[in-house]
């Protein structure tokens, strides 16, 4: 009677150590991929007036309006995700006051050629230089940002939040 041989203890870490390296890079491409596609926190491909049309999904503009029951006509970005302002900001003053924690959860919009739908006053838009030196789009003079808590196009889960974060609507903004 032959016993049956015993596992390489080298052979079953090797398998094990590559399953996880497999895991992980596949965690890595997913994350990229989603913050990469537009879907995620990033800068959206825009048009500008006069450029070269490739497709008909290149035809959303940047901002566009939404409508919800609760709240009326509001801007979205060019996939229909939420833009929200803080009244912690001070509008006209160039600066944004979300930074650290408060910019985990509040990413600030920016589109670096910024077309609008029709009805939407685009001298109304404007781009500030945050203090990491990145940009962000404002609206009215307000930095826009989107809202992590939000998890499709159209949601407002925001709305409201710490009584300082609200959906940015047109025509007039409302905020209290």
Do not use: H
């Given at each position: 009677?032959?016993?049956?041989?015993?596992?390489?203890?080298?052979?079953?870490?090797?398998?094990?150590?590559?399953?996880?390296?497999?895991a992980v890079v596949v965690l890595w491409v997913y994350a990229f991929a989603w913050t990469s596609s537009g879907t995620g926190y990033s800068q959206y491909r825009t048009i500008?007036?006069?450029?070269?049309?490739?497709?008909?999904?290149?035809?959303?503009?940047?901002?566009?309006?939404?409508?919800?029951?609760?709240?009326?006509?509001?801007?979205?970005?060019?996939?229909?995700?939420?833009?929200?302002?803080?009244?912690?900001?001070?509008?006209?003053?160039?600066?944004?006051?979300?930074?650290?924690?408060?910019?985990?959860?509040?990413?600030?919009?920016?589109?670096?050629?910024?077309?609008?739908?029709?009805?939407?006053?685009?001298?109304?838009?404007?781009?500030?230089?945050?203090?990491?030196?990145?940009?962000?789009?404002?609206?009215?003079?307000?930095?826009?940002?989107?809202?992590?808590?939000?998890?499709?196009?159209?949601?407002?889960?925001?709305?409201?939040?710490?009584?300082?974060?609200?959906?940015?609507?047109?025509?007039?903004?409302?905020?209290?």
């Amino acid at each position: 009677m032959e016993l049956p041989e015993t596992p390489n203890y080298n052979k079953i870490m090797l398998m094990s150590f590559s399953v996880v390296v497999v895991a992980v890079v596949v965690l890595w491409v997913y994350a990229f991929a989603w913050t990469s596609s537009g879907t995620g926190y990033s800068q959206y491909r825009t048009i500008t007036i006069g450029q070269n049309i490739s497709s008909p999904a290149q035809l959303s503009p940047a901002v566009s309006i939404a409508y919800n029951t609760t709240v009326g006509s509001y801007l979205v970005n060019s996939t229909g995700w939420t833009l929200y302002l803080y009244t912690n900001d001070k509008p006209n003053s160039g600066t944004s006051a979300c930074y650290g924690i408060c910019a985990t959860f509040w990413k600030p919009f920016y589109a670096a050629s910024l077309t609008v739908q029709s009805g939407i006053n685009a001298s109304a838009f404007g781009t500030i230089t945050r203090t990491d030196g990145s940009k962000q789009t404002t609206y009215m003079g307000w930095p826009l940002y989107y809202y992590l808590g939000d998890k499709a196009a159209g949601e407002i889960s925001g709305q409201g939040s710490d009584g300082s974060w609200f959906v940015v609507t047109v025509p007039t903004l409302r905020y209290t």
